[in-house]
């Protein structure tokens, strides 16, 4: 799209959806698939595949954060939505084609962001290369002013961009490494983080701004590549559930299911296990990531026949 091409800068659109018409179409969606014929049901679920498609695509392309997140948090909807089909009664499992591509688990690489914090780094640079302090650029009303004096000595953009260069470089290596090790590895960004942008150091002295701009970002980085995990993992439960169904597993054997099949129970990041409640026959996922109040990352499976 337009936006995802335009160059970097105070000029560049910014992803916007409408929420209104997107709820519209996922109730939609749900109502085609619980009242609407097999027939019905499956144009409904191919309409859901294209909608999973296209924001997979826009997860991998070269925008920002923004547009990736974005695309998370709606592969995250139509996830649940998916899940949601799988298990209700009311649309019988041969509505499924064995190639609906959502029924495996998608590999890792699908949910790695790193290209996401290149582009963040181009947006940056375009942002603040227009404010940067030199000495040659003062103020008319006042060009010797104390501020036009001091400020070059608080903020170097050339320093501030190659600190942030080398942020993005240890970021992109966390998000495209192997997952069973993010934890951990995560840990040793953080630990270099600290590091780097210490305000308490003899490095400190020079660039003091540029640190302080980049030294509130870097959490907020990390837990957006544990974000697009979590949304794998929810991929994962779709699969899971898919299978629970298909094979008729009885609430009693789902545990003993899910032990030998962790490749659709784990969650991609250290493969910690899903939760499995079998009194309220409810799925969790466990999340890796900070999420806004209100997001769903479970399924309660349908009562089992009598």
Known sequence: SYVETAKPGYAQPFPMTVR?????????LADRMQRGTVKEQ?????????????WMRVLHGQGTLLSTMLAVAFVHGDELLLVDAIQDPMVPITAFDSQYPWLTPMPNTAWQIGD??????RFMYEVLRPVQFSPRVRSRKSPDS?????????FKLNATMNLQAERVSQLQALAVGDPDTFSARQREFEEWNLKALSSISLASVYNPMGRMMLATEGSAFVRYIGRSYDVAAV???????YQLRKQNIATKDVAAFMATHPEISTHPVDRTPFLWNAKTRELTVPRKAEWPVGRRFSVTLAPEPQ
């Open 20 to 28: 209104k018409p997107r709820v519209l179409f996922l109730a939609d």
């Open 42 to 54: 499956r144009a409904a679920l191919g309409d859901l595949s294209a909608d999973l498609a296209f």
């Open 116 to 121: 996401a914090f290149a582009a963040e780094m």
């Open 146 to 154: 104390l501020g036009n004096r001091i400020a070059p000595t608080f």
């Open 235 to 241: 991929q994962r439960l779709g699969c899971l559930v």
